[in-house]
């Protein structure tokens, strides 16, 4: 049998590539005559440029840069097409893992620190600048990467705004210019949720960075007044800012890049022609694919449903493992996704102690799913 191995990260516990090795480890146990593809995934957040350089080779430059508060962080850029081509992972420098918990507050955090990688890949010549955007601890739309490449908000008095989220609601005007030299901007978004309103960014994501109620009210508005500035002062930046598809994506960030002239992809469609996987999904007999947790995000834009559906349309089955399951059966089934299987479950569930265990000990969860999953396909 021809199984691919295809997850993105279990957020908080595992990177890709040690997903796919444990689910890999356990169906080896049960049927190691069988023939296993590891492709590990991403849609754009953490692990983003080491997929590509797995599949791309490429040039790898480090870049030093700041976390959402100012600290410093380390950064990269990935260069490929003999330097034509530049890739970022947003979550480098705007991650929300950067933080800790009593530190999330989208209120004052900062995506400068992604301002100054996209610089450095400005003066690496690259043409084209493609930057992943996912795993963001930001809700600032931009406006510190705008800061970071010259383009800085100001208050009605014109001083210059305090970085983060909630100091966008007195945006006035911007200043300064832009350095991009004509370099083109491409967000690969795991998302496709607009910046403003119910399903925007603040009202969908706020909470997971340390948004309360107040908060996403506040940032809502805050970000709805810096569209209005940025349609009106920025040349090129579309109308209608607001609403979007992916400019929700990482905190606004997603609705700078269109603000900048460029254009939001699918980061998991990004990846998977990057890599070549349509070419290899058209030889397997089954595809394992899944994350952290499998719910209702999971089937807009992110790897599982790029996957899921990709082997519908081939008629190859489809099972996701993730750390935790919410996604109902007939909505998964519908995106193409033939069983789901949990590591919570697996540990005997959330009155037993399951979720505990399987952050502690994904690993081993995973290989005894992996197992599991051989003894029940395997030919």
């Known amino acids: 049998m021809r199984v691919?191995?295809?997850?993105?990260?279990?957020?908080?516990t595992l990177p890709a590539p040690q997903v796919a090795d444990a689910v890999a480890t356990g169906w080896r146990e049960v049927a190691p005559g069988d023939d296993l593809l590891v492709r590990p995934l991403s849609d754009g957040g953490p692990g983003f440029l080491d997929v590509l350089a797995d599949a791309l080779g490429g040039r790898r430059v480090p870049v030093p840069t700041v976390d959402p508060l100012g600290r410093p962080a380390a950064g990269e850029i990935l260069l490929t097409d003999g330097g034509a081509t530049a890739w970022l992972e947003c979550a480098q420098a705007c991650g929300l893992h950067l933080l800790d918990a009593d530190e999330r507050d989208p209120k004052r955090?900062?995506?400068?620190?992604?301002?100054?990688?996209?610089?450095?890949?400005?003066?690496?010549?690259?043409r084209t600048i493609v930057i992943g955007l996912g795993g963001s601890g930001t809700n600032d739309g931009g406006a510190g990467m705008l800061t970071a490449l010259g383009v800085t908000p100001l208050d009605a008095t014109g001083q210059a705004l305090p970085y983060g989220g909630a100091a966008l609601?007195?945006?006035d005007a911007l200043d300064g210019v832009l350095r991009l030299r004509d370099a083109r901007l491409v967000a690969a978004t795991d998302v496709d949720n607009p910046l403003l309103?119910?399903?925007?960014?603040?009202?969908?994501?706020?909470?997971?960075?340390?948004?309360?109620?107040?908060?996403?009210?506040?940032?809502d508005a805050a970000l709805e007044r810096f569209a209005t500035v940025l349609e009106r002062d920025l040349p090129g930046c579309p109308d209608g800012l607001g609403a979007l598809p992916g400019g929700g994506a990482a905190g606004g960030l997603g609705a700078a890049v269109?603000?900048?002239?460029?254009?939001?992809?699918?980061?998991?469609g990004l990846v998977t022609r990057a890599i070549g996987l349509d070419a290899t999904l058209d030889t397997v007999?089954?595809?394992?694919?899944?994350?952290?947790s499998f719910d209702h995000q999971s089937l807009r834009?992110?790897?599982?449903?790029?996957?899921?559906?990709?082997?519908?349309?081939?008629?190859v089955p489809c099972v996701v493992v993730a750390g935790r399951v919410s996604t109902g059966r007939r909505e998964a089934g519908a995106a193409g996704v033939t069983d789901a299987y949990s590591l919570v479950e697996h540990f005997g569930g959330e009155e037993r102690g399951g979720l505990a265990a399987a952050m502690e000990r994904p690993a081993e969860g995973l290989r005894a799913l992996g197992a599991r999953l051989a003894r029940q396909w395997s030919r």
């Open 4 to 12: 691919l191995l295809c997850p993105d990260k279990f957020a908080g």
């Open 169 to 171: 609601g007195a945006v």
């Open 285 to 292: 007999d089954l595809v394992i694919t899944g994350e952290g």
């Open 258 to 268: 269109l603000a900048l002239g460029g254009h939001c992809e699918s980061g998991i």
């Open 301 to 315: 834009g992110k790897v599982v449903a790029g996957v899921a559906g990709a082997a519908r349309d081939r008629g």
């Open 109 to 126: 955090t900062s995506s400068y620190g992604l301002g100054v990688l996209v610089a450095a890949a400005v003066e690496t010549g690259a």
């Open 197 to 219: 309103g119910l399903h925007g960014a603040s009202n969908v994501f706020g909470p997971q960075k340390g948004a309360d109620r107040a908060d996403v009210l506040l940032l």
